[in-house]
């Protein structure tokens, strides 16, 4: 083997990238996009109907929003992550802790 190459590795599909909040890229973009369209509506509303309305309040509703339809998005997209990760939390493990 030669010094500058690397031993491949199999994979066995797509991995997810998780930021440091520990969700994956593709929900924490939709989160984001749901934020911003939040208050641009907001400041719309505001100009529009000479009203106030809470911007954060409309930014939490539609951040989660834009979470959801992008994990859905997500899961359909790459099952098989889904099921690993599923496969591989403790919380879906049935063995006791350390007794």
């Known amino acids: 083997m030669n010094k500058d190459q690397q031993p491949q590795t199999e994979?066995?599909?797509?991995?997810?990238v998780r930021?440091?909040?520990?969700?994956?890229a593709?929900?924490?973009?939709?989160a984001?996009?749901?934020i911003a369209v939040a208050y641009i509506a907001a400041g719309l509303f505001g100009m529009i109907f000479d009203k106030e309305v809470s911007a954060t309040t409309l930014a939490?509703?539609?951040?989660?929003?834009g979470y959801l339809i992008a994990k859905k998005r997500?899961?359909?997209?790459?099952?098989?992550v889904t099921e690993d990760a599923a496969e591989d939390s403790p919380a879906?493990?049935?063995e006791p802790d350390g007794e």
């Not at 930021?19 to 994956?24: E, F, R, T, V």
């Not at 593709?26 to 939709?30: D, H, L, N, P, S």
């Open 11 to 16: 994979s066995s599909g797509p991995q997810p």
């Open 19 to 24: 930021g440091a909040s520990g969700i994956n």
């Open 26 to 30: 593709e929900c924490f973009r939709g």
């Open 32 to 34: 984001a996009l749901g």
């Open 60 to 65: 939490l509703v539609f951040a989660v929003f």
């Open 74 to 80: 997500y899961d359909k997209a790459h099952p098989a």
């Open 92 to 94: 879906g493990s049935s």
